[in-house]
């Protein structure tokens, strides 16, 4: 039997990403969020959700361009590192030793040290209460050649990326395929009902 728990935010995991910006002198900041994911499949956007009060909220909102990074799950204590750290007063950038790289096709920076990068430009921002929806059509994704498999799609052993379980605040490692989709599920399908 299942249990009410009331509205919480239990849809888990969520993927955690690190959100580029550049603040108003042009320097790079990242934060960690996961309140992020796919939106629309044609054209491609994703969305991320963040607080007003947060630093990287203000930018995303002047510069209307933002970098959703995925990181893998060995860089696990960098990313809650950027999660507790503000880019008000703290260069995460240079306290982490990591790169930025300039876009080519928005006004926001890239994670060099990360897999996988989304680089996205705003088309939407939703006010939804505490946070505002940012959704980016997505330019471009760029993504490390080591971690793709022979066919060149993304190895997630290779990979293994970062997500978060929201009410128990604990980061997994996704690492494991368990199975083809859209494949698994056919003789189901070919069953007939009675």
């Not at 990287?56 to 950027?82: C, G, K, M, Y």
């Not at 929201?166 to 395929?177: D, M, Q, S, T």
Request: net charge positive; glycine share 8%.
């Amino acid at each position: 039997m299942k249990k009410s728990l009331g509205p919480k935010t239990l849809l888990c995991p969520t993927p955690v990403v690190l959100v580029g910006s550049y603040d108003q002198d042009g320097k790079p900041n990242i934060m960690t969020a996961a309140w992020a994911g796919i939106c629309c499949s044609k054209p491609v956007c994703v969305n991320v959700s963040l607080r007003a009060a947060t630093y990287s909220h203000r930018q995303i909102a002047r510069n209307q361009a933002f970098t959703l990074n995925v990181p893998s799950a060995s860089q696990v204590r960098e990313v809650d590192f950027v999660g507790m750290a503000s880019g008000r007063d703290r260069d995460k950038f240079a306290e982490l030793g990591w790169t930025a790289v300039k876009s080519e096709l928005v006004n926001a920076p890239l994670v060099a040290e990360v897999p996988l990068t989304l680089e996205c430009k705003v088309v939407v921002a939703n006010e939804l209460g505490l946070h505002t929806q940012f959704v980016g059509q997505v330019l471009d994704v760029k993504l490390e050649e080591a971690c793709l498999d022979p066919e060149g799609n993304i190895d997630p052993a290779k990979f293994e990326p970062l997500a978060f379980l929201p009410e128990a605040r604990k980061y997994l490692g996704l690492g494991r395929v368990v199975g083809a989709a859209f494949d698994l599920g056919k003789d189901l399908l070919a069953k007939k009902r009675g």
